[in-house]
Nanobody, 127 residues
Framework: QVQLVESGGGLVQAGGSLRLSCAAS????????MGWFRQAPGNEREFVAA????????YYTDSVKGRFTISRDYAKNTVYLQVNSLKPEDTAVYYC????????????????????WGQGTQVTVTS
């Protein structure tokens, strides 16, 4: 089992930036593909970004391409989501997730693929 703890959320004006972090503990970090999802009030949880076990493959939902960057640091067992040019519609609770059993260069955009989830970190963007 792996434990995930997110941090880095906050209140920011439109156009601002944040760096979300997700610290993983409990098992070998490289065994897991990682993803970020978000959920706004009244909405379903939606995929944001994913990174493979290798770190060499990434994938983003269209609405964040060019603004968000996912990365991972194996020495720190941490995955990051750099969020730039924030918009009010980016307001949501952001969740980190870990998926086991995927190939070395594979990513997943499907929540059901992920086995472990963090508690979430709130991002609020004001206009």
């Amino acid at each position: 089992q792996v434990q995930l703890v997110e941090s880095g959320g906050g209140l920011v004006q439109a156009g601002g930036s944040l760096r979300l972090s997700c610290a993983a503990s409990g098992r070998t970090f490289s065994n897991y593909a990682m993803g970020w999802f978000r959920q706004a009030p009244g909405n379903e949880r939606e995929f944001v970004a994913a990174i493979s076990r290798s770190g060499g493959s990434t994938y983003y939902t269209d609405s964040v391409k060019g603004r968000f960057t996912i990365s991972r640091d194996y020495a720190k067992n941490t995955v990051y989501l750099q969020v730039n040019s924030l918009k009010p519609e980016d307001t949501a609770v952001y969740y980190c997730a870990a998926a086991q059993g995927l190939g070395w260069i594979s990513v997943s955009t499907t929540a059901a693929t992920y086995d472990y989830w963090g508690q979430g970190t709130q991002v609020t963007v004001t206009s």
